[in-house]
């Protein structure tokens, strides 16, 4: 059980574009998710904390605009990255808790290369 | 104050060796500790976690030890196998659901 999908996980897309990446939290319902960014041989960084059926909480140094957040229902999170630059390509992993008594389950990242 | 501090950066250890990691916050209010092991294009995976009411922690190969004065833990990694070459990341959060702040990876390679 708990298990937490990604969709993609690897895409490439050109400067300018935007990309969506899906976290759905396959098992069970995910109260509260939260999207990490790791570059490579880096350790992971919160970027937000998105709750189901409320505004995203972005961390500080988070642009808001940029890294669009929809926690639409309580198993799909999306995170839209718009207006993608080469900058933007890293390694990007949501995780999803059921409630407040369990612990984070991560999902298996999504690889974007800008080009 | 956020901040959790790890090291090594990175480990070789030799097959059946003991392997030891060091994490260190500031943040007295943490109260959740995890450790997570990650390979290459993966996502982390929970290894073993602590509460600071509890000095140590043992599951199979893996041992959280938990100094509260000291504010440390280190993670343990007794009969250390290939298959345990990876990145190892510590954590710690206010609560078991909360934010995690993670330290900056310790990355092992054991060898056979």
């Known amino acids: 059980g708990a298990v937490v999908s990604q969709h993609p996980s690897w895409v490439i897309c050109k400067s300018g574009t935007s990309v969506k990446i899906e976290c759905r939290s396959l098992d069970f319902q995910a109260t509260t998710m939260f999207w990490y960014r790791q570059f490579p041989k880096q350790s992971l960084m919160l970027m937000a904390t998105?709750?189901?059926?409320?505004?995203?909480?972005?961390e500080q140094g988070v642009e808001k605009d940029k890294f669009l957040i929809n926690h639409a229902s309580l198993t799909l999170s999306t995170l839209t990255v718009t207006s993608a630059h080469p900058e933007d390509s890293s390694f990007y992993i949501c995780?999803?808790?059921?409630?407040?008594?369990?612990?984070?389950?991560f999902g298996p990242g999504t690889r974007l290369t800008v080009t | 104050q956020q901040q959790v501090k790890q090291s090594p950066q990175s480990l070789i250890v030799q097959k059946g060796g003991i392997s030891i990691i060091n994490c260190a916050y500031e943040?007295?209010?943490?109260?959740?500790f995890p450790w997570y092991q990650q390979f290459p294009g993966k996502g982390p995976a929970l290894l073993i976690a602590i509460r600071p009411d509890v000095s140590e922690k043992k599951e199979g190969r893996f041992t959280i030890s938990f100094n509260k004065s000291a504010k440390q833990f280190s993670l343990h990694i007794m009969d250390s196998q290939p298959g345990d070459s990876a990145t190892y990341f510590c954590?710690?959060?206010?609560?078991?659901?909360?934010?995690?702040?993670f330290g900056q990876g310790t990355t092992l390679q054991v060898k056979p």
């Open positions: 995780s999803a808790i059921r409630d407040r008594g369990h612990e984070q389950y």
């Open positions: 998105s709750n189901e059926g409320s505004k995203a909480t972005y």
């Open positions: 943040n007295t209010a943490f109260d959740y």
């Open positions: 954590a710690a959060s206010m609560s078991i659901a909360g934010k995690l702040i």
